[in-house]
């Protein structure tokens, strides 16, 4: 079992920057992907960003290529999505993702461990 915790999350302007954070416990954190993924209100669960588990393969939705960057530390046990230049369509809740298996995936259905998400909200 893998328990993930996001922190990070706040209300900004148009064209700040959040980091939010996602610490794991209950395995072996160095062997999981992760990803994080958003849920905007009346909208489904998108993806975002997923890396491997050694941090060398990333992989982003288009929407937010070239403004946010996922990375991890695996000492610390966790992952983070640095989001610059936010936009008010980023407005969503946030959440961490880890999966058993090594195989990266943007589909929501292939992730097996989610956090409890964290509020970014962006103002025009």
């Known amino acids: 079992q893998v328990q993930l915790v996001e922190s990070g999350g706040g209300l900004v302007q148009a064209g700040d920057s959040l980091r939010l954070s996602c610490v794991a416990s209950g395995r072996t954190f160095s062997n999981l992907p992760m990803g994080w993924f958003r849920q905007a209100p009346g909208k489904e669960r998108e993806f975002v960003a997923r890396?491997?588990?050694?941090?060398?393969?990333?992989y982003y939705a288009d929407s937010v290529k070239g403004r946010f960057t996922i990375s991890r530390d695996n000492v610390k046990n966790t992952v983070y999505l640095q989001m610059n230049t936010l936009k008010p369509e980023d407005t969503a809740v946030y959440y961490c993702?880890?999966?058993?298996?090594?195989?990266?995936?943007?589909?929501?259905?292939?992730?097996?461990?989610w956090g409890q998400g964290t509020q970014v909200t962006v103002s025009s």
């Open positions: 890396i491997s588990g050694k941090g060398d393969n990333t």
């Open positions: 993702a880890a999966r058993k298996s090594p195989g990266l995936s943007r589909i929501v259905g292939a992730w097996d461990y």
